[in-house]
């Protein structure tokens, strides 16, 4: 036989050993169990017949039953004469720890699977939630943001997948942060899944790249945008938000529907020009977006009706005037429409308008309804 020809053998028997194995069901308990049985009678009657007449363990068959039965679970008591006996012996025990340790794998499955099938859903009845679509190590994080011991309205987080299998998440009881959070098994290309997901009816939308697309990652994030804003097309519109691989791709997640293009190489970049610039930049950009009971956070909060036609100046004084209380709080810019205006100067914001929302610092969300008015100068 040519070398080639004892490759093509190997080659043929590994591909065959892994069909075999792909088979095997590894949530199929009966089968083992099927297994263990006929090893256990096929080698109870192989050894009594090559035992008898010089082994009294192996002399009926009821005597080798029971033998090869604690054999296969706790070891061998009673060693074979023959040499046939010896080899079926070597086989049955070895044999017996791998089915046993296939047994315990099997189990151990099953309940690790009824413990994500318990957070799938097929039909959900929700809104105001968030969803994420696709998944990967860094949906973890996020969850513990987005449910941290500071953040009051905590809203309910559902992640659309198609292999739940993948989304391994803490137990509830050692980590809260993962008490209401609901896996929706399919492609969040799918608009059937999208809707199976409420996502008409999200707070929120956020795609994660899909680390499995390889270069086309952003390709498929462009996907979901388009799928998401025709499901939500006659409905309410949730804000999507998108990470971005390659920065040369934003215009094309804005024009699919993204509101808020997220690019960490983006991100990544400028910060680092301003440490090299400033150093210790990164502590102040840390702490800012990490979401922590001890951390200022940024929050973006409609103008209040007693600030309207007010100027800039004069609504960050309401803010200024109690700096004793926890939840203390600097006014930094505003958004109106599509323009950001941070630290404005002169008269460049002119009065608070009706659909302005206000840029705050502060430690924790400020209850605006207690704010007071500024007073008339005359």
């Known amino acids: ?124 009845e929700m809104s105001g939630h968030l969803v994420l679509c696709n998944w990967s190590e860094r949906g973890l994080e996020w969850v513990r943001e987005v449910h941290s011991s500071i953040v009051k309205d905590k809203r309910p987080v559902v992640i659309i997948h198609d292999t739940p299998d993948d989304v391994v998440l803490p137990d509830k009881q050692d980590d809260a942060a993962f008490n209401d959070v609901y896996i929706v098994k399919g492609d969040p290309a799918n608009e059937v899944i999208l809707r199976r997901a409420k996502v008409s009816q999200a707070h929120a939308v956020v795609i994660l790249s899909d680390d499995r697309q390889g270069q086309h990652a952003d390709g498929k994030t462009i996907v979901c945008c388009i799928a998401a804003k025709n499901v939500c097309r006659a409905d309410h519109q949730p804000n999507i938000v998108v990470e971005c691989q390659d920065p040369k791709y934003r215009s094309h997640m804005r024009k699919a529907g993204a509101d808020e293009v997220i690019s960490a190489a983006d991100f990544g970049l400028r910060l680092m020009a301003r440490a090299a610039l400033f150093h210790g930049m990164t502590r102040v950009y840390q702490e800012l977006l990490t979401v922590g009971r001890d951390a200022n956070e940024m929050y973006l909060v409609p103008v209040p009706e007693q600030l309207l036609g007010q100027d800039f100046v004069a609504a960050a004084n309401v803010f200024l005037q109690d700096r004793a209380n926890a939840k203390a709080s600097l006014l930094i810019g505003l958004y109106r429409g599509e323009k950001m205006m941070l630290n404005p100067v002169g008269g460049e914001a002119g009065p608070l308008r009706e659909g302005d929302e206000l840029i705050l610092l502060s430690p924790a969300l400020p209850d605006l309804t207690q704010l007071t008015a500024p007073r008339d100068p005359s």
């Open 1 to 124: 036989m040519s070398e080639r020809d004892r490759s093509r053998l190997k080659q043929s028997w590994r591909d065959s050993l892994l069909v075999v194995l792909s088979a095997w069901n590894r949530n199929q308990v009966w089968k083992i169990l099927t297994s263990i049985v006929v090893i256990w009678l096929l080698s109870s009657v192989a050894l009594h017949f090559a035992e008898r007449g010089s082994n009294p363990a192996f002399e009926t068959l009821r005597e080798s039953f029971w033998n090869v039965w604690v054999t296969l679970f706790s070891g061998m008591n009673n060693a074979p004469e023959t040499v046939a006996g010896r080899f079926i012996i070597s086989a049955v025990l070895v044999f017996g720890v791998a089915l046993a340790g296939l047994f315990t794998a099997s189990v151990a499955s099953i309940l690790i699977e009824r413990s994500l099938r318990s957070r799938e859903v097929s039909n959900l």
